[in-house]
């Protein structure tokens, strides 16, 4: 089975911009993309997502991969579609909504906690795997589950992760990570998103080389 590849990127970290509001949008999206960051995620339980993922998708260069958050139903899947986003992330796995995303061609990563779930993400097409809290899991369980699955799968890890972690992952070969409240949180201003991001990319070019 052929699956949709990660852009090869040379910081593998998607910002999630949760409650970001479509008039926040250029400053955030302008300070991420300064930065260094090429993989942005809007989650659907911000508001007016769409029109936020819309216009990212319009800011973004070539190379850069925008797209949802939280995407729960095969309509969401639509709307990120005709709105220009092409990256899906999911909490969970449900296999109508994902296999609807790749079917269109979108970079899509589910999140999983168990070998059940990310054997089924991987079976239905998945381009990686979101490990899903990675701060309960943590480097160990994901470890272990790592040891059973395909080895063309992007593994990142999310939740309760941050910059200051990095280097716990890194020994058991994670490099990808989705980043939230340590970037962004509701209502912060360009200039802390542009500190913030700044730090992190810092901090994986310590840990990683990058």
Same mark, same amino acid.
């Given at each position: 089975?052929?699956?949709?590849?990660?852009?090869?990127?040379?910081?593998?970290?998607?910002? =999630? %911009?949760? *409650?970001?509001?479509?008039?926040?949008?250029?400053?955030?999206?302008?300070? %991420?993309?300064? #930065?260094?960051?090429?993989?942005?995620?809007?989650?659907?339980?911000?508001?007016?997502?769409?029109?936020?993922?819309?216009?990212?998708?319009?800011?973004?260069?070539?190379?850069?991969?925008? *797209?949802?958050?939280?995407?729960? +139903?095969?309509?969401?899947?639509?709307?990120?579609?005709?709105?220009?986003?092409? /990256?899906?992330?999911?909490?969970?796995?449900?296999?109508?909504?994902?296999?609807?995303?790749?079917?269109?061609?979108?970079?899509?990563?589910?999140?999983?906690?168990?070998?059940?779930? #990310? /054997?089924?993400?991987?079976?239905?097409?998945? +381009?990686? /795997?979101?490990?899903?809290?990675?701060?309960?899991?943590?480097?160990?369980? !994901?470890? #272990? =589950?790592?040891?059973?699955?395909?080895?063309?799968?992007?593994?990142?890890?999310? *939740?309760?992760?941050?910059?200051?972690?990095?280097?716990?992952?890194?020994? !058991?070969?994670?490099?990808?990570?989705?980043? *939230?409240?340590?970037?962004?949180?509701?209502?912060?201003?360009?200039?802390?998103?542009?500190?913030?991001?700044?730090?992190? =990319?810092? #901090?994986?070019?310590?840990?990683?080389?990058?």
């Amino acid at each position: 089975m052929s699956r949709i590849p990660f852009p090869d990127m040379k910081f593998p970290l998607v910002a =999630i %911009l949760r *409650g970001l509001t479509p008039t926040e949008t250029p400053a955030a999206i302008e300070a %991420l993309l300064n #930065a260094g960051f090429r993989a942005i995620e809007i989650p659907l339980n911000s508001p007016e997502p769409f029109r936020s993922i819309e216009i990212a998708a319009k800011m973004a260069p070539a190379d850069a991969l925008i *797209g949802a958050g939280t995407v729960l +139903t095969e309509e969401d899947v639509d709307r990120l579609e005709d709105a220009g986003g092409r /990256l899906f992330v999911s909490p969970n796995v449900d296999a109508p909504v994902l296999s609807r995303a790749v079917s269109k061609g979108m970079v899509t990563l589910p999140g999983v906690f168990t070998p059940t779930e #990310a /054997l089924a993400a991987a079976k239905i097409g998945a +381009t990686g /795997l979101k490990f899903f809290p990675a701060g309960v899991l943590g480097a160990v369980g !994901i470890n #272990a =589950i790592k040891a059973v699955l395909p080895k063309d799968l992007l593994l990142a890890a999310v *939740g309760g992760v941050s910059d200051e972690n990095f280097g716990e992952y890194a020994k !058991i070969g994670i490099k990808a990570f989705g980043l *939230g409240s340590s970037i962004y949180k509701e209502g912060m201003d360009a200039a802390d998103i542009a500190r913030r991001a700044n730090t992190t =990319i810092d #901090a994986y070019r310590r840990v990683f080389g990058a």
